[in-house]
């Protein structure tokens, strides 16, 4: 099978294609999912997780087709079935023509989007779902300040939020995407070129901050003295995996704090997948490379600002190899 690697360390790594590798066998209750497309999330390059794998092979979000099963897999899934997935933080290995997912990682495709579309949305769709209903806990009514907006954990934040939750979303972006923003949702935009950002809300519940480092900072002086903050920022803050306390917190006692690393979830992602087929949640904009332009992909998912999330079609693009 043909695959994305990651040589190198961290320090220098190089994203390159590989068109001989071995195609894996499931075991247990395993499947093999045919990959079709596969998304791309440029600070993966920059995770342990790569370096530690065997093939090397990046990529936590996926679309495709169940390919076979192990033999003690015996769930809802059926071969030649359309899916879609997110593979666990230590597992990864997603790009590639075939790929290993546990039943908890996989559930039925939105029927309404193509493959590349459906590729985008594991990772920023959980992420933004595990913090709203497992760690906010918001219900109707609450006020949700919810940094990098436009970006793709945002953009599912704000729809989420509001449609999920029935909250009331403040979205921080630049003004450029505030319009669209507000077709998602979000009741209030901010700027966050504006220096004084952080002053023109006060006190809302909760921070969902998806950017880390000043923004986190100042979004501690729009939360209410006894809101929370749950980040999702890369890098991590220092007080990350319990590594001390956040330094507001001298002056904000009472505000709860959070950092997660996102979990796969069958279920939300397949109440997510009706939720979309019914058009109550939009999908990611998105730029599709075919595989011989993973390299070009990858380049492309790393900028900053981009607008689409980066996904590579395994379907085309092998001619030449």
Avoid at 53 to 77: E, K, M, N, W
């Amino acid at each position: 099978m043909k695959a994305v690697q990651i040589q190198g360390d961290a320090s220098s790594p190089r994203v390159v294609i590989n068109p001989s590798m071995d195609i894996p066998k499931p075991r247990n209750d395993e499947l093999l999912i045919r990959v079709h497309a596969a998304g791309i999330t440029g600070d993966e390059i920059l995770w342990p997780e790569p370096y530690l794998c065997a093939t090397r092979i990046p990529g936590h979000d996926i679309s495709g087709v169940v390919f076979s099963t192990g033999p003690q897999y015996h769930g809802p899934l059926k071969i030649g079935q359309d899916v879609f997935a997110l593979l666990s933080a230590d597992r990864g290995q997603g790009q590639a023509d075939y790929v290993i997912c546990l039943p908890k990682e996989v559930a039925p495709k939105p029927e309404s989007l193509s493959h590349e579309e459906a590729a985008a949305l594991p990772i920023p769709l959980l992420t933004a779902w595990e913090a709203i209903e497992s760690h906010i806990n918001i219900r109707p009514g609450m006020r949700v300040l919810v940094t990098g907006a436009s970006g793709a954990v945002g953009i599912m934040a704000v729809q989420l939020a509001s449609q999920l939750a029935g909250a009331n979303v403040v979205a921080l972006s630049s003004s450029r995407h505030h319009d669209m923003l507000k077709h998602l949702g979000a009741q209030e935009v901010l700027d966050y070129n504006t220096s004084d950002w952080n002053r023109q809300t006060t006190d809302v519940d909760c921070v969902l901050d998806t950017v880390g480092g000043d923004i986190l900072t100042q979004a501690w002086s729009a939360v209410k003295e006894d809101g929370i903050i749950v980040t999702v920022g890369d890098p991590a803050p220092a007080w990350a995996y319990g590594r001390g306390v956040a330094n507001e917190s001298v002056d904000r006692p009472h505000v709860r704090y959070v950092h997660f690393i996102v979990s796969p979830n069958s279920e939300r992602l397949a109440k997510a997948s009706d939720m979309i087929d019914s058009g109550h949640l939009k999908p990611l904009p998105i730029k599709p490379f075919i595989f011989n332009e993973a390299v070009g992909a990858w380049a492309y998912a790393r900028q900053r600002n981009r607008g689409h999330k980066a996904v590579i079609d395994f379907v085309r693009g092998y001619e030449g190899l």
